[in-house]
């Protein structure tokens, strides 16, 4: 079973999760007296006039000046946002809104992020992996390379975030995730410590993965070049921490690793073909919805169930 502690409970939090890298709900991380179409309004209106705020694919990055008024950040969070301890990105704050029924297939975060996610309305049952019993992923990619993987064998934890609660996600737990509530919104708080992670498979594997990137880099296609550029809000910096115990031999070795898993890769290739799809249909989607109403679901639009992550 997942472990819950009260948000208030900053030290315990930090000395048993946050640098073990376990995940824990904390509950009563914040209130919300607002529905959940002023939350939308609010937001939205805040977004639409920050030209700081840019869209991803189901998802907004913002600056956390934009919560201001909007809801209160958690103790546990400003304790831990702090740029001598984690790399911060401008954006460090990301929005999502998902309607009922959507679901976030098997992926890991890049980055090397861990996530404060925040369920601000709504509920989500969330499927989590740990990094040390990983799945096979798309090579060179954080997402998995079946769409439903086998869990045999796999330490994980199912569990729910009600309204009010904040999941804190570990760099390179794999996730899947199902909105339950008639409407979902979520405030992310992201960073990349700067330190070490817990060793795993996963934390390996990212490490490896951008050593050969970084020594890639004038070969690399216009996305990866700009993962690089971007790691983690900072780019070279963050790479080096990340690397610098990759040898040149294990980095050389990830090429192999990676393919090793083609077979597989071929068996998830209809999945990557849908999520492509969703991920067009998204965007029309999020062009429609900008400016025009508050919330997908004041819209009356239908947002795809599968997304790119
Ligand atoms: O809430 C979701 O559906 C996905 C969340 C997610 O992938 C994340 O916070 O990293
Ligand atoms: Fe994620």
Not at 56 to 66: A, S
Not at 214 to 241: C, E, F, I, N
């Amino acid at each position: 079973m997942i472990s819950r502690l009260e948000a208030t409970q900053v030290d315990q939090f930090v000395s048993e999760f946050y640098h073990a890298e376990q995940p824990v709900v904390l509950t009563g991380a914040v209130q919300i007296p607002a529905t959940v179409d002023e939350v939308c309004d609010r937001l939205n209106a805040r977004i639409n006039e920050d030209a700081t705020a840019s869209q991803r694919l189901l998802w907004y990055d913002v600056r956390r000046e934009l919560l201001d008024q909007i809801c209160t950040t958690p103790a546990v969070v400003d304790e831990l946002m702090d740029p001598e301890a984690a790399f911060l990105r401008e954006n460090c704050v990301r929005i999502w809104f998902n309607p009922q029924g959507h679901i976030t297939p098997w992926h890991y975060d890049g980055h090397s992020l861990h996530v404060f996610n925040l369920q601000l309305k709504g509920k989500k049952r969330w499927t989590i992996v740990a990094p040390e019993t990983p799945f096979a992923c798309t090579p060179f990619s954080h997402t998995v390379a079946t769409k439903r993987p086998s869990l045999k064998g796999k330490r994980l934890f199912t569990f729910e975030v009600e309204e009010g609660e904040m999941l804190f996600l570990p760099r390179y737990w794999y996730h899947y995730v199902e909105s339950l509530g008639v409407m979902n919104i979520n405030v992310n708080w992201v960073l990349m410590p700067k330190v070490h992670a817990v060793p795993s498979a996963t934390a390996t594997r990212e490490a490896e993965m951008m050593w050969l990137k970084s020594r890639m880099d004038p070969w690399l296609p216009k996305g990866a070049k700009k993962t690089l550029q971007t790691y983690a809000g900072h780019g070279k910096p963050a790479v080096d921490k990340l690397t610098e115990n990759v040898t040149a031999g294990a980095g050389m070795m990830r090429v192999a690793k990676e393919f090793a898993h083609v077979p597989l890769w071929s068996i998830a290739l209809p999945a990557h073909i849908a999520k492509l799809r969703a991920l067009l249909r998204t965007k029309r989607l999020l062009r429609r919805l900008r400016g025009q109403a508050s919330s997908p679901v004041q819209a009356g639009i239908e947002m795809p169930r599968v997304a790119n992550y």
